[in-house]
C-alpha cells in the first residue's frame, strides 16, 4: 500500500514561487514513476511533470522552463517559479498513476 502527502501549497503572487513537496510511504515508490498532476475548477485534470525511477523528466509545455520536478528517495518536490494565474489549480501527487495523494491548493494572485 502507498501512501501519499502532499504539502507547500498555498498562495502567492503572480512572479512568485512556492515548492511542493510529497512524501510517499511503501515498497514500490522507488521502483516506479512519479509525478504532479493538477486540476482547476472546472477543469480535468492535467499532467504537469513526472520524473522516472531513474530520473527522466517531461513537461507540461506550459510549465517548461518555469517549473522543475525532482525525487530523492521517496520525496517528491515541484520547484514552481515565475507563477502565473493560470497556474492556480489542485496539485496532486502520483505514483505510477495509481495511488494518488490528497492534494494541495496552489492559488496565484494578487
Known amino acids: 500500500q502507498v501512501q501519499l502527502v502532499e504539502s507547500g501549497g498555498g498562495l502567492v503572487q503572480p512572479g512568485g514561487s512556492l515548492r511542493l513537496s510529497c512524501a510517499a510511504s511503501g515498497s514500490s515508490v522507488r521502483m516506479n514513476a512519479m509525478g504532479w498532476y493538477r486540476q482547476a475548477p472546472g477543469k480535468e485534470r492535467e499532467m504537469v511533470a513526472t520524473?522516472?525511477?531513474?530520473?527522466n523528466t517531461n513537461y507540461a509545455d506550459s510549465v517548461k522552463g518555469r517549473f522543475i520536478i525532482s525525487r530523492d528517495n521517496a520525496k517528491l518536490y515541484l520547484q514552481m517559479n515565475s507563477l502565473k494565474p493560470e497556474d492556480t489549480a489542485v496539485y496532486y501527487c502520483?505514483?505510477?498513476?495509481?495511488?494518488w495523494g490528497q492534494g494541495t491548493q496552489v492559488t496565484v494572485s494578487s
Open positions: 502520483t505514483v505510477a498513476l495509481a495511488y
Open positions: 520524473i522516472s525511477s531513474r530520473g
